[in-house]
């Protein structure tokens, strides 16, 4: 056997050295997800989709966690048996209520954030949808990651007696995770402290430029 039956074979074959290839991202079509449109300042996009879980008889939980992606910071979580389209907007309404109305909410497609209510209660209160393409949840990012990490560490680990219950719990969780636990994209900052450190740059940037 030498190099030259070999070389011959391998033809014959239609052998090939398979080519090193580097991983794609799949961006998708959508301008709306995290990679093309990330967030860049606090107030810039909201994030929200709903988790679902149960009590211990058995009966549906719905929850509803809206998440700033710039800050990482948990927003609120509302907890009921049922969510419509209606409570989402009056979800949105104590929020902007409390913090001011972010530029953009980014959400799937799912009939509670498609519903002509609150596409028109948006666009009157100036604010834009980034709706991710169907089937497609990596666009957006932040919000799975939230709610992957809030199953892990509280839903899979705490059996909800009643609806009441499951509200003060999931509340306490909501604490832990903006003021105590560290986040590595933060600087191993809790979404508190990162807020608090970007208010005191924005102030001091106003103050040299005053």
């Known amino acids: 056997m030498n190099r030259k039956r070999i070389h011959r074979l391998w033809r014959l074959e239609g052998l090939k050295v398979a080519q090193k290839q580097r991983k794609r991202r799949r961006l998708g079509t959508s301008d709306n997800g995290v990679v093309r449109r ?11 989709d709903f988790v679902m879980d149960q009590t211990e008889d058995g009966r549906r939980l719905k929850m509803l966690p809206v998440v700033d992606e710039f800050t990482r910071e948990c927003l609120d979580i509302e907890v009921a048996r049922h969510l419509t389209a209606r409570d989402v907007i009056t979800v949105l309404e104590r929020l902007f209520t409390e913090h001011g109305a972010p530029n953009f909410i980014r959400s799937d497609n799912g009939p509670e954030f498609i519903a002509n209510t609150i596409k028109d209660w948006l666009q009157k209160s100036g604010v834009a949808t980034l709706y991710i393409e169907p089937g497609a949840p990596w666009q957006n990012a932040y919000s799975e990651s939230f709610n992957s990490r809030f199953r892990d560490e509280l839903l899979d680990r705490e059996v909800f007696a009643t609806l009441t219950e499951a509200k003060v719990l999931v509340a306490d969780y909501r604490r832990y995770y903006n003021a105590e636990r560290p986040h590595s994209s933060l600087g191993y900052q809790t979404p508190a402290a990162f807020v608090v450190a970007q208010n005191q740059t924005i102030n001091s940037v106003s103050q040299t430029g005053s």
């Open 38 to 48: 990330a967030a860049v300042h606090r107030q810039d996009v909201w994030s929200y």
